[in-house]
């Protein structure tokens, strides 16, 4: 009867026995990890970033669960121009420690690398609200915003002057296209060179292999090279960028890819330059936006020209901050003469001698008194129904 009792009892106590190999085991791949992630951080301080992501892919798979790690190779990816992998690692470490400042600046130079300019100043907004003093996120929100605004079409040192200028990127905008920044043309593509060259500098000191935080996990190792070698080393991939997915503010005079436009017309007063990109988002990449505020008109540009189909599908005649928006392809002399030529001699807009009937006398009845539209007796509310049905209920 006491058999089975000093049978379990023996049972017992092998059972921690068995548990030391699986609790060795882990360890020592806790330590293969780290060794792996410390040669992935020597390929990567001499620039071998193809080598230290294959290090840190290695030493992901023996601790999958370190998001620094994950952090690294986003790094590597980012270097070598390999932006939505640099994104997806940095959304993957983010999702283990969602206020991991770092990771937050790695996924931030990703969404730049992608030209998602704007999206990239929201996370760096993030990180100021994890660390109010950050001088480095409010550099990286100007650098993102500057670029944006290129994007549309302005010079480095015009895009400067307007975030110097006012508060927010909305307010730079409206100034850019109003004129209210001044540029002295002598300086303009000087002062682009040189920020451009000290910023890709700048970014290799500061950034690289920050991952320091727990004393004795990474190795860390500060470049040894005089500026000047390091200037010259990276003048390489800046130029490289050109022809890739990565933004570059001074080479003004490179092959723009290929993309494709819509016109958006009869934009309410209130509509903003992040209104439209948080809109038109929705069915495709926009390559840039541009606002022509005088015409009360913009152009959205598409990388893909099936977008543009589906944006003239899905939002011409949606109710856009009070106003029904016109969408459409640009017109043969609007694609051969430019953006703001077009618009001024576009049927649609305000100018000219043939002033278009003013939309709401049409529909609701237009009460303002200084309407500079056609108000035509006869038509008054006349397509009152024939808009009803298309009205939406779009909210920004």
């Known amino acids: 009867m006491e058999t089975p009792d000093v049978q379990k009892k023996e049972d017992e106590k092998e059972e921690p026995d068995k548990e030391k190999p699986m609790g060795a085991t882990v360890e020592e791949f806790a330590k293969m990890s780290r060794e792996l992630a410390a040669t992935g951080n020597l390929w990567a301080s001499s620039g071998q970033y193809e080598m230290a992501m294959k290090c840190f892919t290695d030493a992901i798979k023996f601790n999958p669960k370190e998001f620094r790690l994950f952090g690294n190779r986003s790094l590597c990816y980012e270097r070598m121009h390999q932006y939505e992998n640099a994104l997806r690692d940095a959304d993957l470490a983010l999702s283990m420690e969602p206020s991991w400042i770092k990771g937050l600046f790695r996924k931030g130079k990703a969404l730049c690398g992608l030209k998602r300019y704007y999206e990239a100043s929201l996370i760096y907004k993030e990180v100021l609200k994890l660390e109010d003093s950050s001088a480095e996120a409010k550099q990286e929100i100007k650098r993102a915003q500057t670029l944006h605004l290129m994007e549309m079409g302005f010079s480095w040192t015009q895009s400067s002057e307007a975030l110097k200028k006012h508060a927010t990127l909305e307010e730079a905008v409206e100034a850019l296209?109003?004129?209210?920044?001044?540029?002295?043309?002598?300086?303009?593509?000087?002062?682009?060179?040189?920020?451009?060259?000290?910023?890709?500098?700048?970014e290799v000191e500061e950034e690289e292999y920050d991952d320091n935080e727990e004393e004795g996990e990474w190795i860390v190792l500060q470049p040894s090279r005089p500026r000047t070698q390091q200037i010259k080393e990276f003048d390489a991939p800046v130029q490289s960028r050109s022809n890739s997915q990565s933004p570059t503010p001074h080479l003004?005079?490179?092959?723009?890819?290929?993309?494709?436009?819509?016109?958006?017309?009869?934009?309410?007063?209130?509509?903003?330059?992040?209104t439209l990109h948080e809109l038109f988002s929705r069915v495709g990449a926009i390559y840039s936006i541009k606002m022509l505020l005088e015409h009360q008109c913009a152009f959205v540009n598409y990388t893909r020209k099936e977008d543009c189909d589906r944006a003239i599908q899905c939002f011409d005649g949606m109710v856009l901050e009070g106003a029904p928006l016109s969408v459409r392809g640009p017109s043969k002399y609007q694609a051969a003469h430019g953006f703001a030529r077009s618009a001024a001699t576009d049927p649609f807009s305000r100018s000219g001698q043939q002033k278009k009937e003013c939309f709401f006398w049409r529909t609701s009845g237009c009460t303002r008194q200084d309407c500079t539209f056609r108000h035509v007796p006869e038509h008054k509310n006349i397509d009152k129904d024939k808009f009803t049905s298309r009205l939406g209920n779009f909210n920004t």
């Open 177 to 202: 296209f109003c004129g209210d920044v001044n540029e002295d043309p002598g300086a303009a593509g000087a002062s682009a060179d040189t920020t451009a060259d000290y910023q890709v500098v700048q």
């Open 252 to 274: 003004r005079n490179s092959v723009k890819p290929p993309f494709f436009s819509v016109w958006v017309g009869s934009l309410a007063p209130a509509v903003t330059y992040s």
